[in-house]
């Protein structure tokens, strides 16, 4: 598979990774979390990864910032940002880059701030710990970043504890740490989970406005369809730890090519031709195990349109132009833009 072009200027990606996979051996045997995932994502550009709980949108994260489990392990033909090889340096290399150059906006912000600190103590040690000034200088910039994020009294916030602070506040708190040592590259994981429909969309638009503004790469990792609608510039969809589709956000609404997508879209109700009280759409069956030898498709077990074929060998990821492929061997044959379901955009 070839990662699919990055950037909005055509520029060289920020980020790039070629058969990045993640195993951890359990007592049960190996469980392939992340299998031979390529991506890159260029700068001012947002690339969300979606698909449901479980299929490796995480792990591939952690992958690309160094914060697996211990047991786990990460390989990679490439993982490259702006021009470093983070496969060939060490462990103290990586930790240097991470928080500096490459940052991550963790799922829940109740347990992702330590209760012990103050919400100033944890700001400013990002910026002193890699040396880009003084502790007052590390002050101002927290001080000016709580004020960018929307944080109103920022003096005052910063001698507060996180439980001190409600979901929405500390989520923006974790906006401002990602951003204290001006960053290239921000992968959020699921950053509006546990907020509230109003909160959420005050967040995505805070992190699109920041982004056009900072010029930053994004990486969104989400199983929330409306959110891409509204924010995803190229699409990545997994299943089972594997890259099933890519594509821009108009390709993947209006011409899903991989039938798990198209099952992910037929979940979503329609404004004006979804009846109210009807059935939604649903994707029968259970995720398949990722311990030990794995064949075939992973969907086929769910799939309608699974034959013998499926069952067999290995499924190839095709490319099928500049931004589009499929890991599928049934003939391409995408809906067209009528008959593909949109959903509503975020509020």
């Known amino acids: 598979m070839t990662a699919a072009p990055a950037g909005q200027g055509g520029g060289a990606p920020v980020l790039e990774a070629a058969g990045l996979s993640v195993e951890l051996d359990l007592p049960a045997g190996r469980l392939h979390a992340v299998r031979d995932v390529d991506l890159a994502v260029g700068r001012g550009e947002t690339l969300c990864i979606v698909g449901e709980s479980g299929c490796g949108k995480t792990m591939t994260a952690l992958g690309i910032m160094g914060l697996l489990p211990r047991r786990a392990r990460a390989r990679a033909r490439q993982l490259v940002l702006e021009g470093t090889d983070l496969m060939a340096i060490g462990a103290s290399e990586r930790a240097a880059l991470r928080g500096n150059r490459m940052a991550m ?22 910026y002193l710990r890699h040396g880009k000034g003084s502790r007052k200088a590390a002050r101002e910039r927290a001080l000016y970043l709580l004020d960018k994020v929307g ?3 920022a003096a005052s916030r910063l001698g507060q504890y996180p439980h001190q602070l409600s979901g929405g506040l500390r989520q923006r708190v974790m906006i401002a740490m990602a951003l204290m040592c001006d960053p290239v590259l921000i992968i959020a994981d699921e950053p509006t989970t546990a907020l509230d429909v109003t909160i959420q969309a005050q967040i995505l638009r805070l992190l699109a406005d920041l982004q056009a503004e ?84 992973q969907f086929r077990n769910r799939c309608p349109h699974a034959f013998d074929a499926c069952a067999t060998g290995a ?22 833009a009528e008959q593909a379901p949109q959903p509503a955009s975020a509020p």
């Open 105 to 126: 906006i963790f799922q829940d912000p109740m347990t992702a701030l330590n209760p012990v600190y103050t919400v100033g103590n944890q700001i400013e040690e990002i």
């Open 214 to 297: 900072l010029q930053t790469a994004l990486i969104l990792i989400t199983h929330d369809l409306g959110v891409v609608a509204r924010i995803a510039d190229r699409v990545i969809v997994m299943y089972a730890g594997e890259v099933v589709e890519t594509g821009t956000a108009d390709q993947i609404f209006a011409s899903p090519l991989h039938p798990y997508t198209q099952g992910l879209l037929d979940c979503i109700p329609v404004p004006g031709r979804t009846a109210p009280g009807s059935r939604l759409g649903a994707i029968p069956g259970m995720v398949p195990s990722l311990i030990g030898a794995l064949d075939g498709c």
């Open 315 to 336: 499924v190839a990821f095709s490319r099928i132009d500049a931004t589009r492929g499929r890991r599928c061997l049934l003939p391409q044959a995408p809906r067209s």
């Open 151 to 153: 944080i109103t009294a």
